[in-house]
């Protein structure tokens, strides 16, 4: 099988191409209008697929079609809302050479038009497919899992790429050729145009029991999601989607620019691409490490409901997502499961079974959460369907919200410097030893739930709670005025908690300061058995304690 890929050196296509390297029976030509760049792609490429460079512009693709004769043209160059009239050439020469095309666009109108060239297709037995990339070919299959529990009304969803996910100059041009110009959306039941960039809401992708990324600023994007997806969901009356580029400074930066360019009728920033792109590939810091959400509101049994599904995924495994959908085309194509003929948005082409096969020996991990209940323990709505995964008396222990008590015999250590002696002495932690007798009572209180633990006489106490706003997905602990919020994470048959942010009377404090140590809850012997390890930057240990307890 021939494939052609326009952009084969690019972010995209390159990437898909390495997904494609095990592949034998594959011959890509790797295309592009700089044939030192695809020569050099070429060049270090390891696979079993053969790859070959073509110097090529989109604009000699007929003549391209007639001398390669490609089984499968894949269009990633892009910006592919800069077309303007020859938008469409790739897919009609195409269809006339009888070549099957598949295409990463994610300009909303482009991907909605495509449907226009259906009937051709189907005459000429070629598959168009538009739009096969995470924006909206995983948002779709996310939202048709959703609908067999609801009756969809309203999305949102975003994508957050990692600070060193690399993000090519054409999807730049995109986002900043669109930054303060009109975005076609539902809103209301009602087709209508908000302000590309311009809007902007903050939320925190958390995987049930993962390490959730940090709470992320999200601003309107013109995806193809934005008109594909309502067609299919007979009750949507609202969708929105956003991406969450860091830094955030930079990103800032763009909504103030959206916001001058509609509320003063400027001319487009695309000039300003290149600066934007230098200036993101410069500033790369903080975690590497990014993801996706979507999350749904509807009806079920006339009853309100929410749901979210939350993507993470960890280090160089992220940047990959978008060139998954064509992959796994292509791969169901070799498997004798060609796309029928026709033209359209290839929305429902992949289900999320088809992405689990694709996440396997990666560090991706998804998961779905349904909107706690009140009445739900502190800790079932932090780590939500993760929490039933809790060894048994670990999951005993937290999933109450009345009054208790349990009680079991514990190890103390404690830091010798004058710093972690003065902050233990504050707190009240214990002084060290060997062994001592401890109780720890847990009981409601407001919003949460006050923790008094007893080490032989020596009481000192925390306050336990749900994160908000930016502690979403957190469980905020409280010593006096300092709070840290955690991360509840499970590995194997641990529960640890992991600080994320700290603040003091709910000023923030540094990051690079806040306590660390290695905290966690297990099982062992049908005990509860907790390890608790506080330490600081430049004080070193404050105090560790380690022990069991039973109810009583």
Known sequence: MKVLILGGYGVFGGRLAELLSDISELEIVISGRNLERAEAYCASYQGSAVVRPLQLDRDDIVAALQAEHPDLVVDASGPFQAYGDKRYDVISACIAAGVDYVDFADAADFVFGVSKFDADAKAAGVSVLSGVSSFPVLTAAVLRQMATTMDIVSVEGGIAPSPYAGIGLNVMKAVVGYAGA??????????????????????????????????????????????????????????????????????????LLAKARATFGLPSFAPLS????????????????GGMFVRARGLRGGQ??????HLLAEGDDGPYIPSMAIEAIIRKTLAGKKPEAGARAATQKLQLSDYDRLFENRLITTGFRNKPLASD???????????????????????????????????????????????????????????????????PEAHGERWTRDFGGKVFSSYQECGTGKNDY????????????????MKKDRLYLIPRRWSFIGVP????????????????DGHFCFDVEIAAPLIGLIVAYKGELLPD
Not at 232 to 255: K, Q, S, T
Not at 274 to 289: I, P, S, T
Not at 420 to 430: K, N
């Open 474 to 489: 957190l469980m905020i602990e409280r010593f006096g005025l300092i709070s840290i919020a955690l991360a509840l994470v």
């Open 377 to 443: 323990p502190i800790y079932r709505k932090v780590l939500g369907s993760a929490f039933n995964e809790l060894p048994m008396q670990v999951r005993a222990l937290h999933d109450s919200t009345e009054t208790r008590q349990w009680s079991g015999r514990a190890q103390v250590r404690r830091g010798s410097g004058m710093m972690a002696r003065a902050i233990a002495w504050i707190i009240g932690f214990p002084e060290a030893t060997s062994e001592v007798p401890v109780r720890v009572a847990l009981t």
């Open 304 to 309: 309100e409901v929410e749901q979210s599904w």
């Open 182 to 255: 009109p975005v076609k959306l539902l809103r209301n039941g009602v087709q209508t145009h908000a302000t590309g960039l311009a809007e902007s809401l903050r939320f925190t992708i958390a995987v049930p029991a993962r390490l959730p990324l940090r709470n992320i600023h999200f601003s309107l994007v013109d995806v193809p999601d934005l008109q594909v997806i309502p067609p299919e969901h007979p009750h949507l009356r609202d969708i929105w989607m956003g991406a969450g580029p860091v830094p955030e400074i930079l990103h800032r930066a763009l909504n």
């Open 509 to 524: 404090l540094p990051g690079f300061l806040l306590p660390r140590g290695q905290t966690y809850e297990t099982e062992r």
């Open 274 to 289: 290149g600066l934007f792109y230098r200036v993101l590939n410069v500033m790369k810091f903080g975690e590497h490490r």
